[in-house]
């Protein structure tokens, strides 16, 4: 019969694979976002920079 220290350490136990495979499916889910990001960061570069130039040409002396 397991004695309450068994009961305890197995319960930790527990926990600590629970917590180290929340852990794991956490980092899985950041490595797919980001080339998402990095797309998004892009095209944010580009999209400003597509405005500046608009608003240089419109501000320009003629």
């Known amino acids: 019969m ?3 220290d068994a009961h305890i350490t197995e319960g930790h136990l527990q926990s600590s694979v629970a917590a180290a495979l929340h ?25 400003g920079a597509a405005r500046l130039r608009k608003r240089l040409a419109r501000d320009a002396p003629v």
């Not at 794991?24 to 797309?39: F, L, N, T």
Request: glycine share 0%; proline share 7%.
């Open 23 to 47: 852990t794991i499916a956490q980092v899985r889910r950041e490595r797919e976002h980001a080339p998402i990001h990095a797309a998004r960061l892009c095209l944010a570069e580009a999209h």
């Open 2 to 4: 397991p004695t309450a």
